[in-house]
């Protein structure tokens, strides 16, 4: 069974970077055919597509986000991050990492993904 789990701060100051890990089990990242996937939904709003690293390192980007999204990976400790530079209170979301069994843009949950529960970060001053 492949589980997620989001961790990082709740609370982000404007103009900082909101940093976000997702550890996974029951899967590696390095040799699973999947893609890891980051997805926020702000509150009241439809679920947005962030983007996505594959197994071999290769990275995908919202375009709408590009300019302030980087996906990383520790591949020692089977983790994926979110790095989402000068953030605004727009920012303001439920962040879910899951897994993805191919590159897609959806933001919905698919019968075949793996989701995190979710972490609420709120950027406040």
């Known amino acids: 069974q492949v589980q997620l789990q989001e961790s990082g701060p709740g609370l982000v100051k404007p103009s900082q970077t909101l940093s976000l890990t997702c550890t996974v089990s029951?899967?590696?990242?390095?040799?699973?055919?999947?893609?890891w996937t980051w997805i926020r939904q702000p509150p009241g709003k439809g679920p947005e597509w962030m983007g996505a690293i594959s197994n071999r390192g290769s990275t995908f980007y919202s375009p709408s986000l590009k300019s302030r999204t980087s996906i990383s990976r520790d591949t020692s400790k089977n983790q994926f991050a979110l790095q989402l530079s000068s953030v605004t209170p727009e920012d303001t979301a439920v962040y879910y990492c899951?897994?993805?069994?191919?590159?897609?843009?959806?933001?919905?949950?698919?019968?075949?993904?793996?989701w995190g529960q979710g972490t609420q970060v709120t950027v406040s001053s």
């Open positions: 029951g899967a590696s990242i390095t040799t699973s055919d999947s893609y």
């Open positions: 899951a897994s993805y069994p191919r590159l897609s843009t959806r933001a919905q949950r698919g019968p075949d993904d793996y």
